[in-house]
């Protein structure tokens, strides 16, 4: 089975660069998370789709963040500009509604 | 305080030996609890998912969730080098929102 697939694997890129991550959720999820970690603040909820529709995007730093869901097999989570504070591990996850979510091996990106 | 707490280690034990690990909470909410695992440069991985007070075993695993003292526990029985890895617990009330430990560090040594 394909699991929730996540490019690039690495990014590094200079501040101020924009900066797009992409994900693949397991086929027949209808919900999809992105998420950010860090040393200092663990594992951090971004946004949350449920059937393409952005339900919760509290955890969206700021304007610089965006995130979208096109349809049921993709989404992207954008950043612009960026700033090496954005520097982390950033997971997209995918689930049926109410069952565990499954994580992708994420995006490690370095801003410069 | 945190939400979820939960020992960073690192924790060290030697091939053979029972892994203990745990988390407790504060939100009387929560009601599904998940360990998740976590190599190197890899995304968590589910492990165990509960609901409610509990125990619940698959294989060497075994998770136990004690609702009424807010405490939820992973053990590892005959613990393996490749189970070497980042243990994060997880848990959500009745919605999508998952709360999460900031995960223990394991070495198994050989």
């Known amino acids: 089975d394909a699991g929730v697939i996540q490019s690039p694997r690495h990014e590094v890129t200079e501040m101020g660069q924009e900066v797009t991550l992409r994900c693949k959720p397991i086929s027949g999820h209808n919900s999809l998370f992105w998420y950010r970690q860090t040393m200092m603040r663990g594992l951090e909820l971004l946004i949350y789709f449920n059937n393409n529709v952005p339900i919760d995007d509290s955890g969206m730093p700021e304007d610089r963040f965006s995130a979208k869901m096109p349809n049921a097999s993709f989404s992207t989570l954008k950043i612009q500009p960026s700033e090496p504070r954005d520097s982390a591990v950033y997971f997209c996850a995918s689930s049926l509604a109410g069952e565990p979510q499954h994580f992708g091996d994420g995006t490690r990106l370095s801003i410069l | 305080q945190k939400e979820v707490e939960q020992d960073p280690g690192p924790l060290s034990v030697p091939e053979g030996a029972i892994v203990s690990l745990n988390c407790t909470y504060s939100?009387?909410?929560?009601?599904?609890f998940m360990w998740y695992r976590q190599y190197s440069r890899k995304g968590p991985e589910l492990l165990m998912y509960t609901y409610s007070s509990g125990n619940k075993e698959d294989g060497r695993f075994t998770a136990q969730v004690d609702k009424s003292s807010k405490y939820i526990s992973l053990f590892i029985r005959d613990s393996q080098p490749s189970d070497s890895a980042t243990y994060l617990c997880a848990m959500r009330p009745n919605d999508y929102k998952l709360s999460f430990g900031a995960g223990t560090t394991v070495t198994v040594r050989a």
């Open positions: 939100n009387s909410a929560f009601q599904y």
